[in-house]
């Protein structure tokens, strides 16, 4: 019983991604303004979804898609900061059960969401649903080569335009759009290459087609994969502070790069570890980019 509330309440939502969505959201909110009630309800709605979606996730892989079913070599691996590949196949939990599951988070959402519509405007039910949706076309997007543009829309543009359409009805959505690249690409076109390493083998015989798995397939050090999306959020980051969409002390966010690339010189001896660790200091290059940006706006 305990095991079964556990994967209810923490492991199908898997909270760990919960800064990276909170930050995009945070700042979509102090870009349109500042952080109100309204903007904290955004916050609240916009974690809820992801919530639903990681549930659907384990879900559609199990029931639709087939990554996570089959032998424990036949199937999607277990990773030590989310643990939800396996709890269908396992049988801690039903396929009905993830469903509702699923169902009861995007349920919750919709409460600020419709009191949101009431308060703000339209703009977070739009973007709230689309949110939703997207869970459904990352899961097919594992097999049409669009599988990091599915997560990214959905942890960078989508969470950033929520959490400022949550704040006011006439944002100024085309900094929002400049500002969420990076969290898409923390999360997504790099995230996806480590969160997907140890799956590759098993998922390419189930015909995945996404470039994370084609960095596996090709023999590119995963290291040197990384180190280039780290790069490039430098440099874009640098160039959002010297137009003016991001505040310049949004720059704190550069104190969690050392141990950032710390950890993938060593990523080889304890990929487990290394990989635990490169998720909590991505969360915390974005965590503190919003913090700098609330300081200094």
């Not at 339209?122 to 097999?143: E, P, R």
């Not at 960095?215 to 790069?231: A, K, M, R």
């Not at 990523?267 to 969360?283: E, H, Q, S, T």
Request: proline share 4%.
């Amino acid at each position: 019983m305990t095991s079964r509330i556990k994967a209810h309440l923490w492991t199908l939502p898997r909270w760990f991604a919960a800064p990276f969505f909170g930050s995009a959201l945070v700042l979509g909110a102090l870009l349109a303004g500042g952080m109100s009630v309204d903007s904290w309800l955004g916050v609240v709605a916009g974690l809820l979804i992801m919530a639903g979606g990681h549930s659907f996730n384990s879900l559609l892989d199990y029931a639709w898609t087939g990554l996570d079913r089959g032998a424990v070599e036949e199937r999607s691996a277990e990773k030590g900061y989310c643990a939800g590949q396996s709890l269908l196949a396992a049988g801690v939990v039903t396929v009905g059960e993830v469903a509702l599951n699923a169902m009861a988070w995007y349920l919750l959402a919709m409460i600020p969401i419709v009191y949101l519509v009431v308060h703000v405007g339209w703009g977070a039910l739009v973007f709230g649903l689309s949110g939703m949706l997207v869970t459904f076309w990352y899961a097919k997007a594992k097999f049409n080569w669009t599988h990091e543009t599915a997560l990214g829309v959905g942890c960078g543009p989508l969470a950033v335009l929520l959490g400022m359409y949550s704040t006011t009805n006439n944002p100024p959505w085309p900094k929002g759009l400049l500002a969420s690249v990076p969290f898409a690409v923390m999360l997504s076109f790099a995230g996806l290459a480590l969160d997907e390493w140890p799956d590759a083998e098993a998922n390419l015989k189930k015909g995945v087609k996404s470039v994370a798995f084609k960095v596996w397939e090709s023999g590119v050090s995963l290291e040197w994969y990384l180190t280039s999306w780290f790069l490039f959020i430098f440099v874009y980051q640098c160039l959002l502070i010297t137009i003016g969409v991001l505040a310049p002390l949004s720059a704190l966010s550069f104190l969690a790069w050392p141990f950032l690339i710390g950890t993938l010189v060593v990523l080889k001896k304890d990929f487990k570890k290394m990989a635990r660790l490169i998720v909590v200091f991505g969360a915390l290059c974005l965590v503190l980019l919003v913090a700098g940006q609330y300081i200094g706006r």
